[in-house]
């Protein structure tokens, strides 16, 4: 039933734009991990319910992300951070191929090297954290001091392709990498400061607001 159901939203799923269709295929044919077709949109949702003026993304990798955001509120403004060299030009080329170079400041190195750079920018409407798994609670506790008053928190593959549930077919690897998401989820929800939802989007999308 819940693969009918899956099958079902993806059906209906917004068609990307042509320029966003190029940069999936090119994910694809270099699998290059990029957000499924439901998790994007229900990103692109979450900011223009929000409409925040400026997101801080950490793990740009090709920018596809960064410029389905931008394309879901064009006035955005958007700090996004890659430390691998490869993704990093080539994100910098597909921004500047769509003229969003002003609007996206791609910072290139590890986010915690950066941190006083990515502060310079603060404060941050929205953080989108979708990268090295293991670091997701560092990121959230340095990047959560940045918010405005208004700021939310999303993080993405906090499913882990449904091993957070259950992890007895996985790889010792994949297990691993479950058990450090499972630990990062109990800890958001437990979390004094925050409010917490995890939704079956794409590989789990976790949306933590600030607690009044």
Same mark, same amino acid.
């Given at each position: 039933m819940l693969q009918a159901i899956m099958g079902y939203l993806e059906e209906h799923v917004e068609s990307s734009p042509e320029w966003a269709k190029k940069l999936e295929e090119l994910a694809a044919e270099d699998r290059v991990p990029i957000m499924e077709p439901l998790g994007i949109q229900f990103l692109m949702q979450l900011i223009r319910l929000h409409q925040p003026d400026k997101i801080l993304e950490i793990g740009t990798a090709i920018g596809y992300s960064a410029l389905m955001m931008r394309h879901a509120k064009p006035d955005v403004s958007i700090v996004t951070v890659e430390r691998d060299a490869v993704r990093y030009d080539q994100a910098v080329t597909h921004i500047q &191929?769509?003229?969003?170079?002003?609007? !996206?400041?791609?910072? =290139? @190195?590890?986010?915690?090297?950066?941190?006083?750079?990515?502060?310079?920018? &603060?404060?941050?409407?929205?953080?989108? !954290?979708?990268?090295? =798994? @293991?670091?997701?609670?560092?990121?959230f506790e340095a990047y959560s001091e940045m918010l405005s008053e208004r700021g939310v928190i999303v993080s993405d593959n906090v499913l882990f392709k449904g091993y957070v549930a259950d992890d007895s077919e996985a790889t010792p690897r994949k297990a691993n990498i479950a058990k450090k998401v499972r630990k990062y989820n109990d800890w958001l929800f437990e979390?004094?400061?925050?409010?917490?939802?995890?939704?079956?989007?794409?590989?789990?999308?976790?949306?933590?607001?600030?607690?009044k």
């Amino acid at each position: 039933m819940l693969q009918a159901i899956m099958g079902y939203l993806e059906e209906h799923v917004e068609s990307s734009p042509e320029w966003a269709k190029k940069l999936e295929e090119l994910a694809a044919e270099d699998r290059v991990p990029i957000m499924e077709p439901l998790g994007i949109q229900f990103l692109m949702q979450l900011i223009r319910l929000h409409q925040p003026d400026k997101i801080l993304e950490i793990g740009t990798a090709i920018g596809y992300s960064a410029l389905m955001m931008r394309h879901a509120k064009p006035d955005v403004s958007i700090v996004t951070v890659e430390r691998d060299a490869v993704r990093y030009d080539q994100a910098v080329t597909h921004i500047q &191929a769509q003229g969003a170079q002003d609007d !996206i400041l791609i910072l =290139k @190195g590890d986010a915690f090297d950066l941190e006083e750079i990515i502060k310079a920018h &603060a404060p941050y409407d929205f953080v989108f !954290i979708d990268a090295a =798994k @293991g670091q997701y609670q560092r990121f959230f506790e340095a990047y959560s001091e940045m918010l405005s008053e208004r700021g939310v928190i999303v993080s993405d593959n906090v499913l882990f392709k449904g091993y957070v549930a259950d992890d007895s077919e996985a790889t010792p690897r994949k297990a691993n990498i479950a058990k450090k998401v499972r630990k990062y989820n109990d800890w958001l929800f437990e979390h004094e400061a925050y409010h917490t939802t995890i939704l079956p989007v794409g590989d789990g999308v976790a949306v933590s607001v600030k607690k009044k």
